[in-house]
């Protein structure tokens, strides 16, 4: 993340410019670039799960929806609603980043972590239950309600995909900690210094869009 500088005169802070760009501008955009490549690689790797996805719930589909009805349509709901407004708050704290109203972004990211913990929560009892009842990967599902061929798989890639996405969850949380941090106590943030709120942004709002594909993919399919 790039640190800045305050103008003599008291003007809104800039970002300081490393040695090896021409420019502010093409620094920025260096950055912009750089989050953009690391996201598209975030999303093969959850690309890789939802192949899985695919070919197992072909070759198992009563064992698939089977799995699907088990789970809590309503707890999935809810969190589902969360992430979709905190990325709403994420998106304003750029709003006001732009705008150099330091507090204002602080507030927003500090609403989008609390939504973060509501949905880690939530996931928490999700995985407690089914830790209760059995219904976890490979050999160690015991549950004797729902005995079919491939009901292991499914609770496999369910929870390989919905660990890895709440581990997206936490890194996430730690980068708009920084951001939020930064925005309380240096209040430096402004029209020319936001690259640090948009790009913690961006990574938020990758994480809801995965969970925007895992949530009809597990839940409703």
């Known amino acids: 993340m790039q640190s ?10 800039v970002p300081r410019l490393a040695a090896h760009f021409a420019s502010l501008e093409v620094q920025t955009h260096a950055a912009r670039l750089g989050m953009w490549l690391f ?5 093969l790797l959850f690309a890789g799960l939802f192949v899985c996805y695919g070919c197992y719930r072909f070759l198992y589909p009563e064992a698939w929806a089977a799995g699907s009805r088990s789970l809590d349509l309503t707890m999935g709901t809810v969190n589902t609603v969360v992430l979709i407004t905190s990325s709403l708050t994420a998106a304003l704290a750029v709003h006001y980043a732009k705008e ?13 972590l609390l939504m973060a913990i509501g949905f880690l929560v939530i996931k ?7 830790f209760h009842i059995g219904t976890l990967p490979g050999r160690y599902y015991t549950y004797e309600g729902m005995q079919m061929p491939g009901i292991t798989l499914y609770f ?7 660990a890895l996405h709440a581990l997206h969850v936490l890194i996430g949380m730690g980068v708009l900690t920084v ?6 106590t240096k209040a430096d943030f402004g029209p020319n210094n ?4 948009e790009l913690g942004s961006m990574y938020w709002h990758l994480v809801d869009l995965v969970w925007i594909f ?3 993919m597990l839940y409703l399919v």
């Open 4 to 13: 800045s500088a305050h103008t003599a005169d008291g003007a809104a802070p």
């Open 39 to 43: 996201l598209a690689t975030e999303i």
């Open 100 to 112: 150099g109203k330091n507090k204002m972004v602080g507030i927003m990211f500090a609403l989008t």
């Open 124 to 130: 928490y009892f999700e995985y407690s239950h089914k």
């Open 156 to 162: 496999t890639v369910y929870f390989c995909s919905t």
């Open 179 to 184: 951001a939020m941090i930064r925005a309380f």
């Open 194 to 197: 936001f690259t640090m709120v």
């Open 214 to 216: 895992l949530f009809p």
